[in-house]
Protein backbone atom coordinates (compact mmCIF):
# COMPACT_ATOMS: atom_id res chain seq x y z
CA UNK A 1 0.00 0.00 0.00
CA UNK A 2 3.18 2.01 0.94
CA UNK A 3 4.39 1.45 -2.34
CA UNK A 4 1.03 2.18 -4.24
CA UNK A 5 0.77 5.68 -2.37
CA UNK A 6 4.35 6.62 -3.31
CA UNK A 7 4.39 5.70 -6.93
CA UNK A 8 0.74 7.90 -7.43
CA UNK A 9 2.30 10.93 -5.40
CA UNK A 10 5.09 10.50 -7.94
CA UNK A 11 2.86 10.60 -10.35
CA UNK A 12 0.78 13.55 -9.59
CA UNK A 13 4.12 15.51 -8.80
CA UNK A 14 5.02 14.58 -12.44
CA UNK A 15 2.03 15.84 -14.21
CA UNK A 16 1.88 19.09 -12.04
CA UNK A 17 5.60 19.74 -13.23
CA UNK A 18 4.42 19.24 -16.44
CA UNK A 19 1.54 21.90 -15.87
CA UNK A 20 3.41 23.58 -14.13
CA UNK A 21 6.05 24.01 -17.45
CA UNK A 22 3.26 24.42 -19.70
CA UNK A 23 2.23 27.38 -17.82
CA UNK A 24 5.14 29.25 -17.46
CA UNK A 25 5.95 28.62 -20.98
CA UNK A 26 2.67 30.73 -22.14
CA UNK A 27 3.69 33.29 -19.73
CA UNK A 28 6.86 33.46 -21.06
CA UNK A 29 5.02 33.75 -24.64
CA UNK A 30 3.46 37.22 -23.30
CA UNK A 31 6.27 38.67 -22.20
CA UNK A 32 8.51 38.00 -24.78
CA UNK A 33 5.65 39.28 -27.13
CA UNK A 34 5.20 42.51 -25.09
CA UNK A 35 9.14 42.79 -25.01
CA UNK A 36 9.41 42.27 -28.49
CA UNK A 37 6.40 44.59 -29.67
CA UNK A 38 5.08 41.46 -31.34
CA UNK A 39 1.70 41.83 -32.68
CA UNK A 40 0.24 38.19 -32.14
CA UNK A 41 -3.53 39.52 -33.21
CA UNK A 42 -6.22 38.72 -36.27
CA UNK A 43 -5.63 41.34 -39.08
CA UNK A 44 -7.97 43.96 -39.43
CA UNK A 45 -7.64 44.76 -42.66
CA UNK A 46 -9.34 41.52 -44.08
CA UNK A 47 -12.60 42.29 -42.36
CA UNK A 48 -15.11 40.22 -41.08
CA UNK A 49 -14.67 36.51 -42.54
CA UNK A 50 -17.33 33.78 -41.68
CA UNK A 51 -15.31 30.89 -43.48
CA UNK A 52 -12.55 31.55 -40.99
CA UNK A 53 -15.09 31.52 -38.24
CA UNK A 54 -16.48 28.32 -39.20
CA UNK A 55 -12.52 27.02 -39.92
CA UNK A 56 -10.60 28.48 -37.14
CA UNK A 57 -13.55 29.49 -34.99
CA UNK A 58 -12.78 33.34 -34.83
CA UNK A 59 -12.47 36.41 -37.09
CA UNK A 60 -13.01 40.12 -36.56
CA UNK A 61 -15.71 42.64 -37.27
CA UNK A 62 -14.39 46.13 -37.92
CA UNK A 63 -16.45 49.31 -37.29
CA UNK A 64 -18.69 46.98 -35.18
CA UNK A 65 -19.45 50.48 -33.23
CA UNK A 66 -18.97 53.73 -34.90
CA UNK A 67 -17.05 56.02 -33.13
CA UNK A 68 -20.10 57.98 -32.72
CA UNK A 69 -21.89 55.19 -30.96
CA UNK A 70 -18.67 54.66 -28.68
CA UNK A 71 -19.01 58.01 -27.76
CA UNK A 72 -22.72 57.53 -27.04
CA UNK A 73 -21.98 54.57 -24.95
CA UNK A 74 -19.50 56.51 -22.90
CA UNK A 75 -22.13 58.66 -21.70
CA UNK A 76 -24.88 56.47 -20.90
CA UNK A 77 -25.63 56.49 -17.39
CA UNK A 78 -24.48 52.85 -16.26
CA UNK A 79 -21.12 53.06 -18.24
CA UNK A 80 -20.73 56.37 -15.78
CA UNK A 81 -21.97 54.84 -12.78
CA UNK A 82 -19.52 52.09 -13.07
CA UNK A 83 -16.66 53.94 -13.99
CA UNK A 84 -17.31 56.02 -11.09
CA UNK A 85 -17.48 53.11 -8.55
CA UNK A 86 -14.78 51.17 -9.73
CA UNK A 87 -12.84 54.84 -9.50
CA UNK A 88 -13.80 54.63 -5.75
CA UNK A 89 -12.78 51.06 -5.13
CA UNK A 90 -9.16 51.24 -7.00
CA UNK A 91 -8.67 54.17 -4.78
CA UNK A 92 -8.15 56.26 -8.24
CA UNK A 93 -11.18 58.86 -8.17
CA UNK A 94 -13.56 60.18 -5.54
CA UNK A 95 -15.76 58.40 -3.29
CA UNK A 96 -19.23 57.96 -4.16
CA UNK A 97 -21.90 58.05 -1.65
CA UNK A 98 -22.43 55.22 0.93
CA UNK A 99 -25.98 54.48 -0.41
CA UNK A 100 -24.58 54.69 -3.98
CA UNK A 101 -22.05 52.33 -3.27
CA UNK A 102 -23.99 49.90 -1.48
CA UNK A 103 -25.86 49.88 -4.78
CA UNK A 104 -23.51 49.42 -6.92
CA UNK A 105 -22.09 46.76 -5.07
CA UNK A 106 -24.55 44.51 -6.08
CA UNK A 107 -24.44 45.30 -9.76
CA UNK A 108 -20.93 45.93 -10.61
CA UNK A 109 -19.13 42.23 -9.98
CA UNK A 110 -15.15 41.77 -9.40
CA UNK A 111 -14.74 38.01 -11.12
CA UNK A 112 -11.26 38.28 -10.47
CA UNK A 113 -8.94 40.54 -9.14
CA UNK A 114 -9.52 44.33 -10.99
CA UNK A 115 -11.99 42.41 -13.60
CA UNK A 116 -15.43 44.06 -12.76
CA UNK A 117 -18.72 43.04 -14.86
CA UNK A 118 -21.62 44.96 -15.13
CA UNK A 119 -24.80 42.95 -16.95
CA UNK A 120 -27.79 45.05 -15.24
CA UNK A 121 -28.43 48.18 -16.99
CA UNK A 122 -30.89 51.15 -16.57
CA UNK A 123 -33.75 51.34 -19.22
CA UNK A 124 -31.18 54.51 -21.38
CA UNK A 125 -28.53 52.32 -20.90
CA UNK A 126 -30.30 48.91 -22.20
CA UNK A 127 -32.02 50.69 -25.36
CA UNK A 128 -28.69 51.96 -26.26
CA UNK A 129 -26.74 48.72 -26.27
CA UNK A 130 -29.93 46.51 -28.07
CA UNK A 131 -29.55 49.21 -30.73
CA UNK A 132 -25.98 48.94 -31.50
CA UNK A 133 -27.69 44.88 -32.36
CA UNK A 134 -28.46 46.02 -35.57
CA UNK A 135 -24.61 46.20 -37.21
CA UNK A 136 -24.19 42.46 -36.79
CA UNK A 137 -27.75 40.83 -36.26
CA UNK A 138 -27.49 39.42 -39.94
CA UNK A 139 -23.93 38.29 -38.90
CA UNK A 140 -25.04 36.55 -36.43
CA UNK A 141 -27.67 34.89 -38.12
CA UNK A 142 -25.49 33.99 -40.97
CA UNK A 143 -23.30 31.81 -38.72
CA UNK A 144 -26.01 30.13 -36.55
CA UNK A 145 -28.46 29.47 -39.04
CA UNK A 146 -31.17 31.27 -40.95
CA UNK A 147 -34.25 28.93 -39.10
CA UNK A 148 -32.25 28.37 -35.97
CA UNK A 149 -33.96 29.67 -32.43
CA UNK A 150 -31.15 31.58 -31.29
CA UNK A 151 -31.17 34.47 -27.77
CA UNK A 152 -29.06 36.79 -26.74
CA UNK A 153 -27.78 34.85 -23.41
CA UNK A 154 -25.52 37.45 -22.44
CA UNK A 155 -24.82 41.43 -22.19
CA UNK A 156 -21.96 42.91 -20.36
CA UNK A 157 -19.81 45.84 -20.16
CA UNK A 158 -16.52 44.37 -18.83
CA UNK A 159 -14.13 46.76 -17.47
CA UNK A 160 -10.54 44.95 -17.04
CA UNK A 161 -8.51 47.70 -14.63
CA UNK A 162 -4.69 47.86 -14.02
CA UNK A 163 -3.39 44.95 -12.46
CA UNK A 164 -6.02 42.63 -12.95
CA UNK A 165 -5.11 39.43 -13.12
CA UNK A 166 -5.09 36.92 -16.33
CA UNK A 167 -8.11 34.34 -16.09
CA UNK A 168 -8.31 30.62 -16.53
CA UNK A 169 -8.90 29.26 -20.27
CA UNK A 170 -12.27 28.47 -20.73
CA UNK A 171 -15.18 27.98 -23.03
CA UNK A 172 -18.15 30.18 -23.13
CA UNK A 173 -20.62 27.39 -24.16
CA UNK A 174 -19.85 24.07 -25.33
CA UNK A 175 -22.33 23.63 -27.72
CA UNK A 176 -21.87 26.22 -30.71
CA UNK A 177 -22.72 29.82 -30.01
CA UNK A 178 -21.13 33.26 -30.73
CA UNK A 179 -19.46 35.38 -28.67
CA UNK A 180 -18.63 38.85 -29.72
CA UNK A 181 -16.03 41.40 -27.75
CA UNK A 182 -15.99 44.79 -28.79
CA UNK A 183 -13.76 47.43 -27.09
CA UNK A 184 -14.10 50.78 -26.14
CA UNK A 185 -10.70 52.10 -26.53
CA UNK A 186 -7.39 50.79 -28.44
CA UNK A 187 -6.28 47.64 -27.11
CA UNK A 188 -2.37 46.81 -26.91
CA UNK A 189 -0.92 43.93 -25.86
CA UNK A 190 0.07 45.49 -22.38
CA UNK A 191 -3.67 46.33 -21.88
CA UNK A 192 -4.47 42.37 -21.17
CA UNK A 193 -6.55 41.75 -24.23
CA UNK A 194 -8.58 38.58 -25.15
CA UNK A 195 -6.05 35.45 -25.77
CA UNK A 196 -7.78 32.66 -28.07
CA UNK A 197 -6.86 29.45 -29.16
CA UNK A 198 -8.09 28.77 -32.68
CA UNK A 199 -9.18 25.51 -33.67
CA UNK A 200 -10.27 24.49 -30.33
CA UNK A 201 -13.81 25.20 -31.14
CA UNK A 202 -13.64 21.55 -33.42
CA UNK A 203 -12.93 19.86 -30.22
CA UNK A 204 -16.54 19.60 -28.87
CA UNK A 205 -19.43 19.31 -30.56
CA UNK A 206 -21.80 21.77 -32.08
CA UNK A 207 -25.03 19.39 -31.33
CA UNK A 208 -26.36 16.42 -29.49
CA UNK A 209 -27.48 15.04 -32.44
CA UNK A 210 -23.93 15.31 -34.70
CA UNK A 211 -22.58 11.77 -35.88
CA UNK A 212 -19.77 10.79 -32.88
CA UNK A 213 -17.87 8.30 -34.61
CA UNK A 214 -14.14 7.23 -33.47
CA UNK A 215 -12.71 8.71 -36.77
CA UNK A 216 -14.98 11.49 -36.93
CA UNK A 217 -13.72 12.88 -33.59
CA UNK A 218 -10.07 12.61 -33.93
CA UNK A 219 -10.59 13.72 -37.62
CA UNK A 220 -12.44 17.17 -35.88
CA UNK A 221 -9.33 17.17 -32.96
CA UNK A 222 -6.11 16.48 -35.68
CA UNK A 223 -7.49 19.39 -37.67
CA UNK A 224 -8.03 21.78 -34.31
CA UNK A 225 -4.42 21.09 -33.34
CA UNK A 226 -3.23 21.72 -36.71
CA UNK A 227 -5.25 24.84 -37.45
CA UNK A 228 -4.23 26.08 -33.64
CA UNK A 229 -0.08 24.78 -34.40
CA UNK A 230 -0.17 26.37 -37.78
CA UNK A 231 -1.86 29.95 -36.68
CA UNK A 232 -0.39 30.60 -32.58
CA UNK A 233 -2.49 31.89 -29.74
CA UNK A 234 -4.33 35.19 -30.80
CA UNK A 235 -3.87 38.09 -28.63
CA UNK A 236 -7.05 40.53 -29.47
CA UNK A 237 -4.62 43.79 -30.32
CA UNK A 238 -7.90 46.13 -31.80
CA UNK A 239 -8.97 49.46 -32.25
CA UNK A 240 -11.67 50.33 -30.74
CA UNK A 241 -15.11 49.44 -31.93
CA UNK A 242 -13.70 46.22 -33.94
CA UNK A 243 -14.80 43.63 -32.52
CA UNK A 244 -13.11 39.73 -32.10
CA UNK A 245 -15.83 37.70 -33.05
CA UNK A 246 -15.51 34.16 -31.71
CA UNK A 247 -17.12 30.36 -31.69
CA UNK A 248 -18.26 29.95 -27.97
CA UNK A 249 -16.60 26.63 -27.89
CA UNK A 250 -13.26 28.71 -28.49
CA UNK A 251 -11.07 28.39 -25.57
CA UNK A 252 -9.85 31.90 -24.14
CA UNK A 253 -9.00 34.31 -21.26
CA UNK A 254 -8.35 37.52 -20.72
CA UNK A 255 -4.87 38.55 -19.86
CA UNK A 256 -3.30 40.10 -17.30
CA UNK A 257 -3.73 44.03 -17.74
CA UNK A 258 0.10 45.21 -17.40
CA UNK A 259 -1.00 48.82 -18.24
CA UNK A 260 -1.53 52.02 -16.74
CA UNK A 261 -5.28 52.12 -18.63
CA UNK A 262 -8.35 50.49 -17.94
CA UNK A 263 -9.80 48.19 -20.77
CA UNK A 264 -13.34 48.74 -20.86
CA UNK A 265 -15.07 46.22 -23.84
CA UNK A 266 -18.83 45.32 -24.24
CA UNK A 267 -19.53 41.62 -24.55
CA UNK A 268 -22.66 40.49 -26.58
CA UNK A 269 -22.86 36.55 -26.38
CA UNK A 270 -25.94 34.43 -29.02
CA UNK A 271 -26.54 30.61 -28.04
CA UNK A 272 -29.11 28.48 -29.33
CA UNK A 273 -32.18 28.17 -27.25
CA UNK A 274 -32.10 24.45 -26.76
CA UNK A 275 -27.80 24.60 -25.67
CA UNK A 276 -28.32 27.46 -23.30
CA UNK A 277 -24.85 27.70 -21.62
CA UNK A 278 -22.69 26.65 -20.44
CA UNK A 279 -23.64 22.95 -20.99
CA UNK A 280 -20.73 21.87 -18.89
CA UNK A 281 -19.90 20.02 -15.55
CA UNK A 282 -16.88 20.49 -13.20
CA UNK A 283 -15.18 17.88 -14.50
CA UNK A 284 -15.50 19.04 -18.38
CA UNK A 285 -14.85 22.31 -17.38
CA UNK A 286 -11.63 21.78 -15.09
CA UNK A 287 -10.81 19.31 -18.03
CA UNK A 288 -10.39 22.21 -20.58
CA UNK A 289 -9.39 24.61 -18.69
CA UNK A 290 -6.21 22.30 -18.02
CA UNK A 291 -6.10 21.47 -22.06
CA UNK A 292 -5.82 24.81 -22.47
CA UNK A 293 -2.17 25.98 -20.91
CA UNK A 294 -0.80 22.65 -23.05
CA UNK A 295 -2.53 23.66 -26.10
CA UNK A 296 -1.24 27.14 -25.40
CA UNK A 297 2.31 25.88 -24.29
CA UNK A 298 2.49 23.48 -27.42
CA UNK A 299 1.07 26.12 -30.11
CA UNK A 300 4.57 28.48 -28.83
CA UNK A 301 6.41 25.75 -29.42
CA UNK A 302 5.48 24.89 -32.66
CA UNK A 303 5.62 29.00 -33.38
CA UNK A 304 8.83 28.70 -32.11
CA UNK A 305 10.23 26.28 -34.51
CA UNK A 306 8.46 27.99 -37.40
Same mark, same amino acid.
Given at each position: ???????????????? =???????????????????????? $??????????????????????? =????????????????? =?????????????????????????????????? *????????????????????????????????????????????????? $? =????????????????????????????????????????????????????????????????????????? @??????????????? *?????????????????????????????????????? @????????????????
Amino acid at each position: AVVSLSMTMRRLLGLG =AVYAGFYGLDELATVRSLRYNERT $SVDEEKGFDEIALRETGLTVLPG =AMSPSEIARCKQLPSYI =ASQKFIRDVTHTGPRVSPMEFERMRTEVLESTRG *RYHRTKFDDQTLNALEEFEHNWMHMVKSYMGEDALIYRSQLQLLMSEPG $S =ATQLFHQDNKRKGLTMIIPLVDVKLDMGPTHLLPGTHLLTKARHDEPATLGILLGRIIQGLGILCGQGGIRGE @LKAGTAIVYDSRTLH *RGLKNRSAHGRPVLVYRYDLREYPPPQAGILHTTWMRS @LGYVLSGLSEIANAMN
